[in-house]
Structure formats: structure tokens, C-alpha cells
């Protein structure tokens, strides 16, 4: 009697197995710069003004871009802003471009000047950002908590002053809404260029401490802007110093003082010696 045989099973090929996807940025980097150059047309030839810039930011950390007058550090926040491109070079915050993470309100910019709409309120100029941006699509924007414009002015000492108009503010309360405005509209980073350099020394005293308690507070990523050394090391984790034109990141100084800043520490030894070794920099790069 013949065997009866079984047919030989077709193969089970394997699940298409899709590609993987890219990793994510590391937790902790918000910002990655590398290879960045940028030139701007001058008299008979170009200007090179940022030449192979790299850089990464952690998150939650307050970051100062220090260096001499036309060193390119506002280009270089204002390229991380996406208001201007890099010739040469990669730019990423959060994973995005520059111009994506602007689009999903992931940056608060700070400029020089407050900025602020003459007859709008404090309280309506902080909230300003938030009630322009309301449109679909923000699923990331929505999903964060927008800051109460009145608390965070209240956190800024601006808690009388909420309903009055900018030309009833003094310079320094004009810009303690600007600063507000930005912590109101939740973006995970805060650019900040020159907030303080139209101000006299003892208001921007007051404001840097301002500054820091609310900073605090809310945690945000910051690369701030400054020609003031003091400035640079009262505020920061990490001073990032830049070299004489064409701008290049020459030193990196990690500001070892105690989180919160007590009062008074600018007085102390310890922050002199670091505002030394910081001043040290930037001449050093100035002969580079």
C-alpha cells in the first residue's frame, strides 16, 4: 500500500517589518548646531561672519552666547530664531528645523526692544502671543498649559501694573512684560537678545534677579544674548564664548555657582573668579 505523503507547507515569509524610524533627539539636548557658516555681502567681497559653529544646549538650561562686538552672536540667535539661514550647515531644536519649531510655537523670541502694542495693557501685551497664535494644527502647542498672564506679571513685581499702558511703564517695567510675554506663551525655549542693553546698570541689577526667580520657576531652555560679563555669569549654566570675526565658538566656561542664586553672590570671590576667567576668554579669542 502506498505512503501516502503529506504536501510539503508553503513558507511562512516574515512580517514586512518597517523601517525604523529615527531616533530622537537625547533628552538632554534641545538644541544641536553643527558646521553653521554664514556671510553677508560687503564691500567688493562677502563678510564671513560665522564659520563652522557648533554648539549643543541642553534642555532646561540657561545658555549665554558672549563674545566682542560683531562676533555674530545675534546671527547666530536670530538663525536658531529661523529668522535668518545658515549658508553652511545643520540646525536642529527639538529634532526640527528652526523654521518648524517657530511654526509649532516651540520658540519665544526677546528682542533688544519690548515690542510692546501701545495701547494694549500689560496684561494683554503678556498674553499677546498666545491669543495670536490660536489657530488649528498646534497639537503640540495646545497640549502645553498656556501661562496665566497675570501671574506670570505678578512673578515679574508687575502685579499693580497689569491693566496700565506701555507709556505708563518705565523702561524697565516695559521690558519685564516683554520678558513676561514670554514665559506666558509655554514655548519649551526662550531666545533672548540684549533683553537688558537699553536699560541703565542699576534697573538691569534688578531685572537680572527678575530674571532668575522666574526663570526658576518655569524652566525654560534659554540662550541669551549679552556684552555684559557680569550679565553672562550671574545668569548662566554655561557661557558659550565666540571669537573675534569670523565668529567661532573659541571656549566653553561652566558657571559652577549654586542653583537658585542666592543674593549677593556677585559679590562673592568665587563669581569673580569666574567673571576673570570669562574676560580672559574673550581676549584670548580676540587674538586667535
Known amino acids: 500500500m502506498a505512503t501516502r505523503t503529506s504536501p510539503t507547507p508553503t513558507p511562512t515569509l516574515p512580517a514586512a517589518v518597517p523601517a525604523p524610524l529615527p531616533p530622537p533627539p537625547s533628552d538632554d539636548a534641545c538644541i544641536r548646531v553643527r558646521g553653521v557658516s554664514r556671510s553677508f555681502p560687503g564691500r567688493g567681497s562677502d563678510v564671513l561672519v560665522l564659520d563652522g559653529v557648533d554648539l549643543t544646549v541642553p534642555q532646561g538650561s540657561f545658555v549665554t552666547l558672549f563674545g566682542p562686538s560683531g562676533c555674530g552672536k545675534t546671527t547666530l540667535l536670530r538663525i536658531l530664531a529661523g529668522l535668518q539661514t545658515q549658508d553652511e550647515g545643520e540646525v536642529r531644536l527639538f529634532g ?27 496684561r494683554r501685551n503678556a498674553d499677546l502671543s498666545r491669543r495670536v497664535n490660536r489657530r488649528a494644527g498646534r497639537r503640540d502647542a495646545d497640549r502645553r ?98 571669537s573675534a570675526r569670523p565668529g567661532r565658538i573659541s571656549t566653553v566656561i561652566d558657571v559652577d555657582l549654586p542653583r537658585p542664586r542666592p543674593a549677593g553672590i556677585d559679590a562673592s570671590p568665587e563669581f569673580h573668579r569666574t567673571v576673570a576667567r570669562l574676560r580672559a576668554a574673550v581676549d584670548a579669542g580676540r587674538t586667535a
Not at 526640527?96 to 500689560?122: E, H, V
Not at 550679565?231 to 557661557?239: M, P
Open 96 to 122: 526640527q528645523t528652526p523654521g518648524q519649531a517657530a511654526k509649532d510655537k516651540n520658540i519665544a523670541w526677546i528682542p533688544q526692544s519690548s515690542a510692546l502694542l501701545p495701547w494694549a495693557g500689560a
Open 145 to 242: 498649559a498656556p501661562g496665566d498672564p497675570v501671574a506670570v506679571l505678578g512673578e515679574m513685581g508687575l502685579a499693580g501694573s497689569v491693566d496700565l499702558l506701555p507709556h505708563q511703564l518705565s523702561g524697565g517695567m516695559r521690558q519685564r512684560v516683554s520678558l513676561a510675554r514670554g514665559f506666558v506663551q509655554s514655548a519649551p525655549l526662550m531666545l533672548m537678545d540684549e533683553p537688558f542693553s537699553a536699560l541703565d546698570e542699576l534697573t538691569r541689577e534688578g531685572l537680572r534677579y527678575q530674571l532668575l526667580d522666574t526663570w526658576e520657576r518655569h524652566r525654560r531652555t534659554v540662550v541669551f544674548v549679552t556684552h555684559s560679563a557680569t550679565e553672562a555669569v550671574l545668569l548662566s549654566d554655561t557661557v558659550v564664548v565666540m
